[in-house]
């Protein structure tokens, strides 16, 4: 990967936030920029382990605009589209405008 600076770790940053530039985390952070610079939305999808909620993590916190308000939720089998719901509507005023625009689809 001779296109990425050299990888120097911080002996001062914790553990859990050192990221060490693997060709999917590199590729992931290239293309979620490129998606945003031209306005288009971001959904990552791919195996286990590859880096994808790492690097939008580390993009959300610190390569965003500083108006841009991230809200992380964590989803698992059993997360049910009421639950999404509660979360997102109970965050703040800012989101019940999201759910006003986006409302949850449902199958009937």
């Known amino acids: 990967m001779d296109t990425i600076s050299e990888f120097k770790c911080d002996p001062d940053k914790p553990f859990a936030q050192i990221i060490v530039p693997t060709a999917d ?4 952070t290239f293309l ?3 998606l945003l610079a031209a306005g288009k939305h ?3 999808v791919g195996e286990t382990g590859t880096g994808k909620t790492l690097s939008l993590s580390a993009k959300l916190l610190d390569g965003m605009h500083p108006e841009v308000q991230p809200l992380f939720m964590t989803f698992s089998a059993r997360t049910s589209a009421n639950q999404t719901q509660d979360i997102i509507g109970g965050h703040d005023q800012g989101h019940q405008y999201l759910l006003s625009q986006y409302p949850p689809c449902a199958v009937t």
């Open 25 to 28: 985390t590199v590729r992931y």
């Open 32 to 34: 979620v920029d490129a």
């Open 42 to 44: 971001v959904l990552c």
